[in-house]
């Protein structure tokens, strides 16, 4: 079974850090573009964050650019978001998707092309 599991997810104040972890079992993600995604109450979900499957190229939303990182350790079968610089804003429950390519490509997606999902992890920011 194919799973994808986020954690790291919390309440944490203005200006705080976290790091999300979205860890796939079932699969390796070696050949996997890995997205992250985020849905607050009453808006559309939206593209946060991507990683190509050959890790070399990554995007960002403008809103979060500067401020988050992704990374992946394809030993670890783990991607990583980390969020710096917290707002209230970024408050979501935030999604990683995985997206299966025959090589490794540098390209990665802002919207949902993505084959399987995890079940999202909540981040608050607030004080």
């Known amino acids: 079974q194919l799973q994808l599991v986020e954690s790291g997810g919390g309440l944490v104040q203005p200006g705080g850090s976290l790091r999300l972890s979205c860890a796939a079992s079932g699969f390796t993600l070696n050949n996997y573009v890995i997205g992250w995604f985020r849905q607050a109450p009453g808006k559309e979900r939206e593209g946060v964050s991507c990683?190509?499957?050959?890790?070399?190229?990554?995007n960002y939303a403008s809103s979060v650019k500067g401020r988050f990182t992704i990374s992946r350790d394809n030993a670890k079968n783990t991607v990583y978001l980390q969020m710096n610089s917290l707002k209230p804003e970024d408050t979501a429950v935030y999604y990683c998707?995985?997206?299966?390519?025959?090589?490794?490509?540098?390209?990665?997606?802002?919207?949902?092309?993505?084959?399987?999902w995890g079940q999202g992890t909540q981040v608050t920011v607030s004080l």
């Open positions: 990683i190509s499957n050959s890790g070399l190229m990554t």
């Open positions: 998707a995985a997206l299966y390519l025959p090589s490794l490509q540098p390209i990665c997606y802002m919207f949902d092309t993505y084959n399987y």
